[in-house]
């Protein structure tokens, strides 16, 4: 099978590579990433393993395995509307994209201001939108901090440190994170 990937629109020799990469290695078809104008994370590991859920009635447990970007992506649930939130263990907040801030209905007229997320130490106009609950699975975490990306400059939503103070226990062990609690309501961090 021969695809012409210099075809694809803005493509440049790494995006080239990539899909290549991809196409070797079974990950979708041609058509499923000629029509992105960049490849995201979540786009690479849409054919992995997602997540495990357990409750054993005592201790509820969400694992999350390792996708082929070296990235944990959790299965959320803000207001009833469903995402992927990338777990990023460096970032001090929980930020949403403003199109999953748009479908949550948590778009507000918040004054922004400046903040650094993440570990790429990116500085990027945020607003503030309240305490919120996130459901993870079996787990849902109330009243965490969640702000929302007003720059653009993030292709997934950041499930930050704020939401993990009051888990059981997080661990990261051979290619899963696992994120565990007696019951099923935890809180996060105060602000």
């Known amino acids: 099978m021969s695809h012409r990937l210099s075809a694809l629109p803005g ?27 960049y490849v995201t994370a ?6 992995e ?20 970007a070296l990235t944990y992506e959790v299965p959320a649930a803000i207001n009833g509307h469903s995402l992927d939130m990338l777990v990023d263990t460096g970032a001090n907040i929980t930020v949403l994209t ?9 778009l507000d007229d918040v004054a922004g201001h400046r903040a650094v ?7 990027v106009q945020i607003a503030r939108a309240g305490q919120h609950r ?10 965490v901090p969640v702000a929302i990306d007003q720059s653009g400059e993030l292709n997934m939503s950041i499930l930050g440190q704020d939401a993990f103070c009051g888990l059981r226990r997080i661990t990261i062990e051979q290619g899963k994170l696992e994120l565990m609690h007696d019951g099923p309501t935890a809180t996060g961090c105060p602000t």
């Open 134 to 143: 996130i459901d993870l699975g079996p787990i849902s975490i109330e009243a």
């Open 117 to 123: 997320i993440g570990i790429t130490r990116e500085v």
């Open 42 to 47: 979540a786009a690479a590991s849409a054919y």
């Open 11 to 37: 493509s440049s020799t790494q995006l080239r590579g990539l899909v290549a990469i991809m196409l070797a290695s079974g990950i979708g078809g041609l058509a499923a990433v000629a029509s992105l104008p």
């Open 49 to 68: 393993p997602r997540s495990h859920i357990a409750d054993d009635g005592r201790i509820r447990r969400l694992q999350v395995f390792r996708t082929k």
């Open 98 to 106: 403003r199109s999953d801030a748009a479908a949550a209905g948590l």
